[in-house]
């Protein structure tokens, strides 16, 4: 009987990490679907039209701000870096939290970005209390 247990705590140990492997890369292919079309594949932007994401202090500045922004998209003018932008985000609404959380923690740590890691019940909390534009 106790090896039974042994087997069954290996068998787990073998298959959990494939439980994680499809969604370790998520936050760059959310990113390359939905986002780089606009921000660029680097998270450049696109001069003054587009707000760059690549060492971006309103990511900083508005961290709390931005599942909401992912979710419902923003149509004022925004300050990137010192430069206003006047152009329409469009949201997302059919992103998961999950998957919401995987792309923000991406973008807020890639391309010159450092940002403390966002659980999805962080994300959660904030979606919750989201203005319903």
Not at 57 to 64: F, G, I, M, N, W
């Amino acid at each position: 009987m106790p090896y039974r247990h042994l087997f069954t705590g290996f068998l787990l140990i073998l298959l959990l990490p494939g439980c994680f492997s499809n969604n370790r890369h998520q936050g760059e292919k959310l990113y390359a679907q939905h986002c780089s079309g606009c921000h660029g594949d680097q998270g450049q932007g696109l001069a003054r039209l587009i707000p760059p994401l690549a060492g971006s202090d309103y990511l900083v500045k508005h961290r709390a701000e931005l599942p909401c922004l992912l979710r419902n998209g923003q149509n004022e003018p925004i300050v990137v870096n010192g430069v206003t932008y006047h152009n329409v985000m469009p949201g997302n609404k059919t992103m998961s939290t999950a998957q919401l959380t995987n792309l923000l923690n991406y973008v807020e740590n890639h391309w010159g970005n450092k940002a403390a890691p966002r659980t999805i019940l962080e994300v959660q909390t904030k979606l919750d209390s989201c203005r319903v534009p």
